[in-house]
């Protein structure tokens, strides 16, 4: 039942046009990696009025990715306004802003933690686990800032992460 369950998945019209979609995403990604032009526009025409929940399935999928730049970064961001989305999309947008050390964007990470404190354990998590000093700090100055506002179990939690 199961693998029936997984073939109706694929062959869903909305998984097809998240796919879709990711493709021109990844095939402009190889573009900006080869390009040294900083100017140059892209050609992709990306459906920017797909359902939160497909852009949720993108980003899942371009975090597998092992590296989007930061041209491509930028323009994921620009194209579906992703501050401006839910938090279920700013969490992975906030993971691939990880991910991937675009420090363009570590306002977002901060931003994220601050109001979205139950959700942003995880990146706490992520933040730590990079070894990165930047990313370090960053998640320790945003739990100094809220952990008075946390849940206790919260900030039992990310305190065992950070010290």
């Known amino acids: 039942p199961l693998l029936e369950e997984s073939r109706t998945w694929k062959e869903n019209r909305l998984v097809l046009q998240v796919n ?13 990696r080869k390009s040294r032009r900083r100017k140059k526009q892209h050609t992709e025409e990306f459906d920017e009025k797909i359902l939160p929940d497909q852009l949720i399935l ?17 323009y994921l961001l620009n194209t579906y306004r992703l501050q401006n989305q839910d938090a279920e999309v700013r969490h992975r947008w906030c993971e691939l802003v990880v991910k991937h050390k675009y420090a363009v ?23 730590m686990v990079n070894e990165d000093a930047r990313q370090q700090e ?12 946390m849940d206790v179990s919260c900030v039992k939690v990310v305190g065992e992460m950070l010290f």
């Open 20 to 32: 879709e979609e990711v493709s021109k995403w990844i095939h402009l990604n190889q573009k900006n």
């Open 58 to 74: 993108l980003l899942d999928l371009l975090l597998d990715e092992k590296t989007l730049s930061p041209r491509t970064l930028h």
């Open 105 to 127: 964007a570590y306002k977002d990470v901060e931003t994220f933690l601050h109001e979205d404190q139950a959700m942003g354990v995880y990146l706490y998590g992520e933040l």
């Open 138 to 149: 960053l998640a320790r100055k945003c739990f100094a800032a809220v952990r008075e506002e």
